[in-house]
């Protein structure tokens, strides 16, 4: 069964750095789109970041020019550099990635990992 695990959350300064992981384990065939997706509290789940198995990157208006998102295709990770943190960024970040497991046609879907926090101070 394929798993996303994501790490590199925290608290940090308004103004500061931080850079969250995502590494896709179990048995895959392929990976297509990966992204990133934010849940503040009592707010529903946004887009941060997604980019495609070509390269092709997505960002939400809010993360143009501050955040980056890179993948790792060899380690199956995808990277989200998050500069000039501010007040709206906090809440949970979750990573996902449009997986093939098998051969069959149900054996393609997204997966999702736990999140980890992110949390800005100012």
């Known amino acids: 069964q394929a798993q996303l695990e994501e790490s590199g959350g925290g608290l940090v300064q308004a103004g500061g750095s931080l850079r969250l992981s995502c590494v896709v384990s179990g048995s895959i065939l392929n990976i297509y789109s990966m992204g990133w997706y934010r849940q503040a509290p009592g707010k529903q789940l946004v887009l941060v970041a997604t980019?495609?198995?070509?390269?092709?990157?997505n960002y939400a208006e809010s993360a143009k020019g501050r955040f980056t998102i890179y993948r790792d295709n060899a380690k199956k990770k995808v990277i989200l550099q998050m500069n000039s943190l501010r007040s709206e960024d906090p809440g949970v970040y979750y990573c996902?990635?449009?997986?093939?497991?098998?051969?069959?046609?149900?054996?393609?879907?997204?997966?999702w990992g736990q999140g980890t926090q992110v949390t800005v101070s100012s």
């Open positions: 980019i495609t198995s070509g390269g092709d990157i």
């Open positions: 996902n990635a449009d997986l093939v497991t098998g051969w069959h046609h149900t054996d393609a879907r997204i997966f």
